[in-house]
């Protein structure tokens, strides 16, 4: 049998490569250590996972793509025998995991193919969702989509995507939105966890784009992870961070989370800041930065604006300041500080610890203010990576999918919409632009609000995934709003929708994607879908055909057929722009195994997408999400410099009382991935996480007299759940709840409110109380 | 010395100010940044009165009986719904237009006094006021085409 990566690399052969077919991936996450120091390339270690009783032999074909089970996209083969889906193996050549692949991956990528499966369109009779054909619900979604177009106009119409969709079904959606029916509703789940990410880097270096790349873990000195569990959200970058750290020369590890995780326990300095207080925290850090020197005049003053200001803004956060806001000791900041200011090599990373709590945007600007201070970025082995969570949210940012206009172009920057508008052949004024594309909070208020009245939800859930889940469950049975609701699955948002579309899985379609390091790989169709089930490309591209969208000339808008089209004409659209993909095409992506846009790192000169025509965004007020006009940005002169930006810390609104005097936070477990649509059909990881828990500290729970296992009822003033109590892990005052479970779901606690800037609802902090059932 | 009538509109109008944010945030409670956003920038005017208080320490305040369009009266009742939300944003926007315009005309009297501390205290509330015109007039922009185009009835 020959395999993909045989016929590439033929110098590979799979009995030197370490397989580890017996291991138990759910006692062991990261798997055997390969350990190596500094400068070395990380080892490759391949896994591999088969269906029960099944060898290597057994499989007919390999066929390449990479795992869609969290932002780190490794590149995998899956396997194929008898037309069917039976395994995955990690591709050894490529450069974001060198073979391995977590559990998640192993387990979850492929077994729930078969089961429980949408395979027929659904339409709502007289309250009742039954089977229909394929011809009979479009027709229903165009009907209802033209009707209220003639009588409402393009306002009426909202769409609500994900962040596990491809980058060509994602430029499609995009292109049917913004210059099909001419709405400015369009967003994605990706709103709830890499907003922040999109958002900060915006600010300080004028548009999107991750700096660094994964080989920085190979080289860097220090790592910080900021309110980042990676350990439990991407399992082989932890994997590869714990090379390092087994290995000679090991990397100083600082670590910000308010709980004591795996990452945590890993660290040289965990610091543990009280939910809400990150700013604080981060204002601190750059103060004490600044006061001892250890900062890089030359750099700042040649690739950055706004120094003094920044100096002045965190001048009040002495390090016992800090420590009185966060409850953390003065001298575990120092310290960290100390790690910051004087290792070569830097590398950050930042996740929902930061992004999903309170003044989310301006902590993590403080994040790249700390690598501009002594100019660690472009450099190899210093960099940030503002994560991401889902392993296609970046393609949304890029497309156009979500609050963005497509090639991180600038909604507020005329000749951008010009470039689009002349691409499409359309007029300019089809393209919403009279403000930012709506955020996904917006959009649910909309529909709340009845003013949009036709929702598109495609591979999400938002029905457990979003804050408040009462409020989101009362929207969406809503009379007057028509839902549409495309998945492979039934969901708890599937169950309350109109008509409800069967939807290809990875796998079963074709298609690119772009992982937290720019790294885009191309993912082949392995297997058809089951039944009726349809690619989420053709469902849009019938929709667009259906709807009869046509260009300035009277010719159909969208013109490509299929997913190599949709790559070629987004090609097409992201040329000249930071992230151009128009070098990078279907035959290279199969050539190898992972290719970044915009090189290894990007900035590598200290020159920021910043100038006025080309930059993504003018940016924001940092407290209140003011934006900043076209000409107060050019005034400024920005030509290349990175903006040191900054913020006062100001106190959450939600805070513990006495009548709900914990901090309830939510957050992930490494065994499920979002709404568990894939993870709870693996057996291996279903069992290991079957149902939902709330963690809290051995004095808290000896306060309420609580025994592990013992159930509570956990309440703030949106809802409740109850479940069983894990004891440990948490600080005093702050007990968790993992988020993914759609029965006793931790968002029935959560509250509706976000991010000035990202528009990033408040998941890390809702006021609760807690009381043995 | 007309300065201190000055200083008195303004302690006047920034008081105001406060209450109206205040009364925003009170009355849009569904709009949750909205709410937040008026509560940060209430306690940051409520800075701006501090930061007076040495000024008025000095020059003295006359205090006239509240200017009629000054009357919070109309934010005791903050009205609802889409263009409602518009409007009471708007009313906010031109209570904080004319503070911003009263600091102006403080300001240039502070550099004909060459009273440095009162420049001082001007430029930072000058800087304050703009970030509240600027998060007005985003606020208003996003909302304004939902709110008159597509909200029927």
């Keep these: 049998?020959?395999?993909?990566?045989?016929?590439?690399?033929?110098?590979?052969?799979?009995?030197?490569?370490?397989?580890?077919?017996?291991?138990?991936?759910?006692?062991?996450?990261?798997g055997p250590r390969t350990p190596h120091e500094r400068e070395t390339n990380w080892p490759v270690r391949v896994d591999q996972q088969l269906a029960d009783g099944l060898g290597e032999s057994d499989v007919d074909r390999w066929v390449q793509s990479a795992c869609v089970l969290c932002s780190n996209g490794c590149g995998c083969d899956i396997a194929v025998k008898d037309g069917r889906i039976v395994g995955v193996r990690g591709r050894a050549d490529d450069l974001v995991n060198r073979g391995r692949l977590g559990p998640k991956g192993l387990y979850g990528s492929w077994q729930a193919h078969r089961k429980d499966r949408l395979i027929r369109p659904l339409i709502r009779r007289s309250g009742e969702l039954v089977e229909t054909d394929w011809d009979t619900a479009m027709r229903e979604v165009v009907h209802r989509s033209q009707q209220l177009l003639a009588e409402a106009g393009p306002l009426s119409h909202g769409f609500y995507t994900s962040g596990q969709l491809f980058l060509e079904e994602y430029y499609t959606l995009g292109v049917i939105g913004k210059a099909g029916i001419g709405t400015p509703h369009m967003d994605g789940n990706t709103r709830l966890c890499t907003a922040t990410a999109a958002a900060s880097l915006k600010e300080t270096f004028g548009a999107d784009g991750q700096p660094a790349c994964h080989a920085d873990i190979d080289l860097c000195d220090a790592l910080f992870l900021f309110g980042h569990n990676m350990a439990a959200t991407q399992t082989v970058m932890w994997a590869r961070v714990l090379d390092r750290i087994a290995g000679p020369d090991r990397p100083q590890v600082v670590v910000v989370d308010?709980?004591?995780?795996?990452?945590?326990?890993?660290?040289?300095?965990?610091l543990a800041p009280l939910p809400g207080t990150n700013l604080a925290l981060m204002n601190g850090l750059v103060r004490a930065l600044i006061e001892r020197g250890w900062i890089d005049e030359e750099y700042i003053s040649a690739h950055t604006l706004g120094f003094e200001k920044l100096k002045t803004a965190v001048e009040p956060y002495t390090p016992e300041h800090v420590a009185s806001i966060c409850r953390i000791s003065p001298t575990d900041l120092l310290r960290a500080a100390e790690i910051f200011g004087t290792s070569q090599r830097v590398l950050s990373t930042v996740l929902q610890g930061f992004y999903q709590s309170h003044q989310a945007t301006a902590a993590s600007c403080q994040v790249n203010n700390l690598h501009l201070l002594r100019g660690l970025i472009g450099k190899p082995g210093s960099g940030v990576l503002q994560m991401n969570g889902q392993p296609t949210a970046q393609n949304t940012r890029e497309t156009g999918a979500d609050g963005d206009l497509p090639g991180f172009r600038n909604w507020d920057n005329p000749e951008h919409v010009e470039q689009l508008a002349r691409l499409w052949n359309v007029d300019p004024l089809t393209i919403p632009h009279w403000a930012p594309p709506t955020h996904a909070m917006?959009?649910?208020?909309?529909?709340?609000?009845?003013?949009?009245?036709?929702?598109?939800?495609?591979?999400?859930?938002?029905a457990v995934s979003l804050p408040e889940l009462s409020r989101i469950r009362e929207i969406l049975r809503k009379e007057d709003l028509f839902v549409v609701a495309q998945d492979a699955f039934s969901t708890e948002t599937t169950e309350l929708a109109d008509v409800v579309l069967p939807a290809a899985l990875w796998g079963e379609k074709q298609g690119t994607f772009t992982n937290l390091s720019r790294v885009v790989h191309l993912s082949e169709q392995a297997v058809e879908p089951p039944g009726e089930a349809r690619s989420d490309l053709d469902i849009f591209l019938d929709y667009a055909y259906r709807m009869g969208f046509q260009n300035r000339d009277g010719d159909p808008l969208i013109t490509w057929k299929d997913a190599e089209g949709a790559f070629d004409a987004w090609r097409e659209c992201s040329r000249g722009r930071p992230c151009d993909y128009s070098d990078i095409t279907y035959e290279r992506l199969r050539a190898g195994s992972g290719i970044p846009w915009g090189g290894e790192r990007l900035y590598v000169d200290g020159v920021f997408p910043t100038t006025a025509d080309y930059c993504e965004d003018y940016g924001h007020d940092l407290l209140t999400g003011a934006q900043t006009t076209p000409t107060d940005y050019k005034a400024e002169r920005p030509d290349g410099r990175a903006f040191l930006k900054a913020a006062e810390y100001t106190p959450a609104s939600e805070q513990p009382s006495d009548e709900y005097p914990f901090l309830g936070t939510t957050g992930r477990t490494v065994y499920h991935f979002h709404t568990r649509t894939k993870t709870k059909r693996a057996p291996e990881l279903q069992k290991a996480a079957p149902e939902p828990w709330v963690?809290?500290?051995?004095?808290?729970?000896?306060?309420?007299?609580?025994?592990?296992?013992?159930?509570?009822?956990?309440?703030?003033?949106?809802?409740?759940?109850?479940?069983?109590?894990?004891?440990?892990?948490?600080?005093?005052?702050?007990?968790?709840?993992?988020?993914?479970?759609?029965?006793?779901?931790?968002?029935?606690?959560?509250?509706?409110?976000?991010?000035?800037?990202?528009?990033?609802p408040l998941f890390k902090i809702s006021a609760v109380r807690i009381r043995k059932v | 010395m007309h300065l201190a009538t000055y200083l008195g509109l303004l302690h006047t109008s920034l008081r105001t100010l406060a209450e109206a944010f205040r009364e925003v945030a009170k009355g849009h409670g569904e709009e949750p940044?909205?709410?937040?956003?008026?509560?940060?920038?209430?306690?940051?005017?409520?800075?701006?009165?501090?930061?007076?208080?040495?000024?008025?320490?000095?020059?003295?305040?006359?205090?006239?009986?509240?200017?009629?369009?000054?009357h919070t009266a109309e934010f005791d009742q903050t009205?609802?719904?889409?263009?409602?939300?518009?409007?009471?944003?708007?009313?906010?926007?031109?209570?904080?237009?004319?503070?911003?315009?009263?600091?102006?005309?403080?300001?240039?009297?502070?550099?004909?006094?060459?009273?440095?501390?009162?420049?001082?205290?001007?430029?930072?509330?000058?800087?304050d006021t703009a970030r509240q015109l600027a998060w007005l007039k985003t606020r208003i922009k996003q909302s304004a085409p939902q709110a008159l185009i597509a909200a029927r009835g």
């Design chain 1, 258 to 270: 308010p709980r004591s995780t795996p990452t945590a326990e890993a660290a040289d300095v965990h």
């Design chain 1, 1 to 30: 049998m020959r395999t993909e990566t045989d016929k590439f690399h033929p110098e590979f052969h799979s009995e030197d490569a370490g397989y580890c077919h017996l291991v138990d991936r759910i006692a062991d996450v990261w």
């Design chain 1, 695 to 760: 963690e809290m500290s051995a004095a808290d729970a000896a306060r309420l007299a609580l025994a592990d296992g013992d159930v509570v009822r956990v309440e703030s003033e949106r809802g409740g759940v109850e479940v069983p109590v894990r004891i440990g892990r948490c600080r005093d005052g702050v007990v968790f709840l993992p988020f993914h479970y759609g029965f006793q779901a931790a968002n029935e606690l959560t509250p509706t409110e976000w991010d000035p800037v990202s528009k990033q």
């Design chain 1, 442 to 462: 917006q959009i649910w208020r909309y529909a709340e609000q009845g003013t949009i009245k036709f929702l598109w939800i495609s591979a999400t859930n938002p």
């Design chain 2, 33 to 70: 940044d909205v709410q937040r956003t008026c509560e940060v920038l209430a306690a940051r005017i409520d800075g701006q009165v501090s930061k007076l208080a040495p000024i008025v320490e000095r020059y003295g305040e006359h205090r006239e009986p509240e200017p009629e369009r000054l």
């Design chain 2, 79 to 127: 009205r609802s719904g889409g263009v409602g939300l518009l409007r009471d944003l708007q009313d906010l926007y031109a209570l904080s237009s004319f503070t911003d315009i009263t600091w102006t005309v403080v300001g240039q009297a502070a550099q004909g006094l060459r009273d440095k501390e009162l420049m001082d205290v001007v430029s930072s509330c000058e800087q």
